[in-house]
């Protein structure tokens, strides 16, 4: 059971792929841009939003784009020195400055039924 539990989580972003991501740079400083849609290329199987931080200005630029598996190790926010990379595998998911909790209550479950037996 927790197999195929662990099966039908992770099928869906094994063959996922996103036709449409939001593709424009923002930063504190900077806040309004045109949210330009564009149409993913074969392979884009993630909407990416990186944030960079620039401990210079104390600023930090919010890039938005298609990426592929390299570019992601799955769905979710991943940290670095530089920023943090947040990845997610729906059409046009890449807009908002905070990541939405939806991810995060799927992991929950996920975890909540695999420790239940």
């Not at 290329?41 to 990426?67: E, M, W």
């Not at 595998?89 to 991810?103: E, H, K, M, P, V």
Request: aromatic fraction near 14%; proline fraction near 3%; charge should be positive.
């Amino acid at each position: 059971m927790r197999n195929l539990i662990l099966i039908l989580f992770f099928l869906p972003i094994a063959f996922s792929k996103v036709n449409k991501c939001y593709s424009y740079t923002t930063s504190h400083s900077v806040h309004k841009a045109p949210k330009t849609q564009v149409q993913c290329q074969f392979g884009s199987a993630y909407c990416v939003k990186y944030i960079v931080n620039n401990y210079q200005s104390n600023d930090q630029t919010y890039l938005r784009t298609c990426g592929g598996l390299l570019t992601c190790p799955g769905i979710g926010c991943f940290n670095s020195y530089t920023g943090t990379t947040c990845c997610c595998a729906t059409d046009l998911c890449n807009s908002s400055i905070t990541t939405s909790g939806f991810y995060s209550f799927i992991v929950l479950i996920v975890v909540y039924l695999l420790f239940q037996s």
